[in-house]
Structure formats: structure tokens, C-alpha cells
């Protein structure tokens, strides 16, 4: 592996300036912490006499980019059963599915996280790095290794007071020079920066396979340029609804001067005084469609929501009343984004195996034994129960015909002639059974199916 100096470091580190500040944007945004970036936006939209109205009613209510990347990126709400090559289990604490869940949806919110298995007072930990905290300089054989990996560390004022650096051979850190820093260990000696591992113990887990790029900072622009649509929109939609919400009143007087005028404000529960034998008060309607407004936007961000695999009406707050199993069919897209993202976190899970393996005996830990590493994945989404699946059955069966309900469920030709035959030889033999009974869907048979 290769080698650094702190100017190498300081360097690549200065290199990524922008990229990191862009991901601590989305994090924020993911955090609900994004009316600053609305702002933003709206500067460039307003004039500024406009845009210093609009900036009091900022509306980061409807946040589409957290609740997306939530629905989506949710493969570890459930509890995740591990074992290696399917006979030894890997009893862990609820904390770290807890931790991976979060990992999940950072990564898929800003393009990359840092993981680092650690075994602290009895139990494994993992302790998670955002994107915009951490370089880290993966090796030229294999991207998933890493030859260095740098962590930015911030005082009570949010301010770098110091860098964190590991390589194969170093533990240390520096100043925001760049310059080494003396640590001293328990013992009030001076600490010794070599690295007790021999091996980086950090693992990156990426919203892509590093197959051609090692970074993925664009991971949800789409959804953060639409969450910032939407928080535009509603922002404008305020402004109109409290200005409409009575007529616009205008005089007309030649005594008036042009300060007076400007001191004169509008508000319905007020009466205005005007002299001059010219003078008179009436007032203008000025409505807009506002519900048609709002439904346009709403609209818009439902559209690159259900590109995404979401459920697109989760921008309006609602709730589908089909059942689990026909929800399932329809939401065949968000399936699909599960199966993708559990490839890709069985990697990482491997990656942050083989770490743990160099790094829990030396932290006083359990040895973790060689062998592939078996991820049983809980069952998400509606239907994944055999009640929801007959329950499904027995309402289309009702509605179109038990032949027809089976061509809707997957059966083959051939399969729906056998089972109409059984049934029917069954309900001469026997006219107690009830006819529009039909079996469950295939996709329902033999347990988890891996969606």
C-alpha cells in the first residue's frame, strides 16, 4: 500500500472542498435542516424586494427528498438475520442494524458513508462517518480496499481542530497545517502513531458499484432539485394565499406626498382617512388559481417520485386502500430498488466482516470465522404475508372469474385446466367445497421470495 505525507493529504483533502460541502447539503436537507439552501434558491428566482418577503415564509414542510430516500432506502427496518455459510450465527446488537439502516440512507442521500466495526465494552459497534467528514483514498488493485482514509474532526463552534489519519502503517493526527500533532497515550506518554491493525479498518459503502468512479455525489440531485422545487413553490403559495385572502386596496389623492404613501399599509382589519376633494378608495381583485397552483407542484413532485420507485401519492400524504398483495404488483419498481440495494449491502456487510476479523481480537473481541458470509433479509412492503396473499386472491376471484384470477396470479395455461379439473372433480365428490376457493399466488409459496 502507499505511503503519505500530510502536504499529499492536505492536498487531497483541499481537492474535494466542494464535493464535501454539497454532501453536507443533502445530509442537511435528509436532516430536515435545509431552509437555508431554499433560500438560496429563491434568491436567484426573486428580485430582491420580493425575495425579502418571501425568505419569512420559507416552506420546508413537504420534504420529499427525506421521505423518498426513507421509503426507499429501508432494507434494514426490520431486523437482519446473519450467519456464516449458513451454521455458525452472528448474534449482534440491535444497534448495529440500527446504525446500518442509517448508513443505508445516507449513502443513498449523498453517494458514500464511512463505516468502522469497532468491539467496545462487550458488544460489536459501528461508527458512522458522513460524507462531508472523511477522505478516503481507495487502492489502484481494488477499490473496495482503501490505502488511507482521513476524518475531519470540528470543536464545540463547528471549526476543524484536527484530522484524523490512518493508513496501513499509521494511526495519527494533524493540525490544520497539515503538521503532525504529539498524542499522548493513557499513560501521559507520547502515543505511539503506529497502527495497532496493520489493515485501514474503515470500510466506504456507495450508493453505486465503484466499478468506474469512486465518488457518487450527484446520488438523489433529482430529488434534492425537486424537494427544493416544491419548497419554492409552497413558499410562493403562501405569499399568494395570505395577499389574496382579501382584496387589494388602492387610493387615489393629489394631497398625499410620495413618503406619506409609503407609510400607508393595507390590512383588512384596519380603516384607512383621506382627504381632498379628489380623493377616493376602492379596491382591486387580484385572484389567482391557487389550488390549481398547488395541485401543478404537487403534480410535478409526483412524477419524479414514482420515477424513483416511491409510492408518488406520499407527496400528498396518502394512503393506498388496495390490499397488501395488489399493492405488491404495483409497486414492482420499489422491489426492484430493494433487490439492487441488498446486492450492494451484502458487499459492504462483507467488507466490514473481513475488518472485523483483523479488528475485534486485538479490541479484546470475539474471533469471527472464515467463511461466506449469509444475509437472510426480511420480507418488506404489503404482501408479504399468506393471509394478505388469500385474502387478495379471494377479492379478484369475486370480481373476475376464478380463471381469469389465476391468469392474473402467473399460472401457466396448463397449470389453470389442471387445477379448474381437480376442483371440479373435487366438488362432485365432495359439494361441500366451495368453489371460488383457488390456491395462493406462486410468488407467495416457499417463504421469503427475496423482494
Request: hydrophobic content about 35%; aromatic content about 10%; glycine content about 6%.
Amino acid at each position: 500500500m502507499r505511503e503519505f505525507s500530510g502536504d499529499q493529504l492536505g492536498l487531497m483533502w483541499n481537492e474535494q472542498k466542494d464535493a464535501r460541502a454539497y454532501a453536507a447539503r443533502k445530509r442537511k436537507m435528509y436532516q430536515h435542516d435545509w431552509k437555508d439552501w431554499l433560500n438560496e434558491e429563491m434568491r436567484k428566482l426573486f428580485e430582491s424586494d420580493t425575495f425579502d418577503i418571501l425568505k419569512q415564509r420559507s416552506d420546508t414542510s413537504v420534504n420529499m427528498f427525506r421521505w423518498t430516500i426513507d421509503e426507499l432506502a429501508s432494507i434494514y427496518s426490520e431486523p437482519v438475520h446473519r450467519s456464516i455459510d449458513d451454521t455458525v450465527d452472528l448474534e449482534i446488537s440491535p444497534e448495529v442494524d440500527m446504525t446500518l439502516d442509517q448508513a443505508c440512507k445516507w449513502t443513498m442521500a449523498t453517494g458514500e458513508v464511512l463505516l468502522r466495526p469497532a468491539w467496545v465494552n462487550g458488544r460489536m459497534l459501528i461508527y458512522l462517518y458522513p460524507r462531508d467528514s472523511f477522505l478516503a483514498v481507495p487502492s489502484d488493485e481494488d477499490p473496495l480496499l482503501l490505502d488511507a482514509v482521513v476524518i475531519e474532526h470540528k470543536d464545540s463552534k463547528g471549526a476543524t481542530s484536527k484530522y484524523e489519519v490512518w493508513t496501513e502503517h499509521e494511526w495519527a493526527y494533524y493540525d490544520q497545517a497539515w503538521q503532525p500533532i504529539a498524542m499522548q497515550g493513557e499513560d501521559g506518554e507520547p502515543r505511539d502513531t503506529t497502527n495497532p491493525y496493520g489493515v485501514v479498518p474503515f470500510v466506504v459503502a456507495h450508493s453505486e458499484y465503484p466499478s468506474t468512479a469512486f465518488w457518487h455525489g450527484s446520488s438523489c440531485d433529482d430529488l434534492a432539485q425537486a424537494c427544493l422545487d416544491m419548497g419554492v413553490s409552497l413558499t410562493d403559495f403562501n405569499h399568494l394565499r395570505h395577499f389574496q385572502s382579501y382584496k387589494q386596496g388602492v387610493i387615489k389623492s393629489d394631497t398625499l406626498e410620495d413618503g406619506d404613501i409609503s407609510r400607508l399599509k393595507s390590512d383588512p382589519t384596519s380603516w384607512i382617512q383621506i382627504k381632498g376633494a379628489t380623493a377616493n378608495a376602492f379596491a382591486i381583485d387580484m385572484q389567482a388559481n391557487l389550488s390549481e397552483n398547488l395541485n401543478v407542484a404537487l403534480d410535478k413532485s409526483q412524477f419524479t417520485v414514482g420515477m424513483r420507485g416511491a409510492r408518488p401519492t406520499l407527496v400528498r400524504g396518502e394512503e393506498s386502500a388496495a390490499s397488501g398483495y395488489a399493492l405488491k404488483i404495483k409497486e414492482h419498481k420499489k422491489a426492484q430498488v430493494w433487490s439492487q440495494l441488498r446486492q450492494l449491502w451484502h458487499l459492504w456487510e462483507e467488507s466490514l466482516w473481513r475488518v472485523a476479523r483483523v479488528v475485534f481480537p486485538v479490541e479484546d473481541g470475539p474471533a469471527i470465522p472464515e467463511g461466506k458470509l449469509m444475509i437472510d433479509w426480511p420480507e418488506l412492503g404489503p404482501g408479504s404475508s399468506r393471509l394478505e396473499v388469500g385474502q387478495y386472491v379471494a377479492s379478484i376471484t369475486t370480481i373476475i372469474g376464478e380463471e381469469e384470477s389465476l391468469r392474473e396470479l402467473g399460472y401457466s395455461e396448463e397449470d389453470i385446466q389442471r387445477i379448474l379439473a381437480q376442483k371440479m372433480a373435487e366438488t362432485v365428490r365432495n359439494p361441500q367445497v366451495n368453489p371460488m376457493a383457488v390456491p395462493v399466488s406462486p410468488l407467495s409459496e416457499g417463504g421469503n421470495d427475496g423482494v
